[in-house]
């Protein structure tokens, strides 16, 4: 009896030592994380280019959303739907507009990128754009509705262009964002 137990013993025993000896055979299909100074300086000058005046342009492209989207997408741990809401409110004191019309918007947004996140992750910008474009129709037009149900005033509906807009810049924004990415990969490639 106490021979089974023993050799039982030894397997378990062999089997966790397996286990915890496990290591990636390669690195490299890890994506690599990016700089927090890139994330964070970009949102930042997204944010302040939001507090210009041109924002109030009904067909201009909100830079903030997109952005906050494609970190989102590539940074969910860093960007999340907490950062969309305050600097949506942030948005809306400054603008004067109702409390959370902008907050809401972002907050949908990026919940929409988070549940396609793992899907979007298959495809090239041009394709990830065509999966964003109803995320950014919805969340706009939520903001919208509201806006028009509580102000009482309909800006009619030039805001899909801003939609639009923003879908036609994300390959744009990939490209400028992921550029210390695909220079470290050049590096790399060129060293082997």
């Known amino acids: 009896m106490t021979k089974k137990s023993n050799s039982s013993q030894s397997g378990a025993r062999d089997y966790n030592s397996s286990l915890s000896s496990l290591q990636p055979i390669d690195s490299s299909p890890f994506k690599p ?32 959303l997109l952005v906050l989207c494609f ?13 969309g809401f305050s600097l949506g409110l942030s948005l809306d004191v400054h603008g004067g507009a109702l409390l959370g019309e902008h907050a809401l918007s972002y907050v949908l947004a990026i919940y929409g990128v988070g549940v396609l996140r793992r899907r979007l992750l298959l495809f090239n910008p041009f394709v990830q754009l065509i999966h964003l474009l109803p995320i950014w129709v919805v969340a706009l037009s939520v903001s919208r ?8 005033e309909w800006a009619g509906w030039d805001w899909l262009w801003s939609a639009v807009l923003m879908a036609a810049l994300w390959p744009i924004v990939d490209l400028l964002l992921l550029l210390p ?12």
């Open 33 to 64: 994380v990016s700089s927090g100074w890139m994330v964070w300086g970009s949102v930042f000058l997204m944010w302040m280019l939001s507090l210009l005046p041109w924002r109030l342009w009904l067909v201009a492209p909100d830079l903030l």
């Open 71 to 83: 970190w989102t997408f590539h940074e969910p741990r860093r960007i999340n739907m907490l950062v």
């Open 145 to 152: 509705f509201a806006h028009a149900w509580f102000a009482g």
């Open 181 to 192: 990415h695909r220079r470290l990969d050049d590096a790399d490639e060129s060293s082997s």
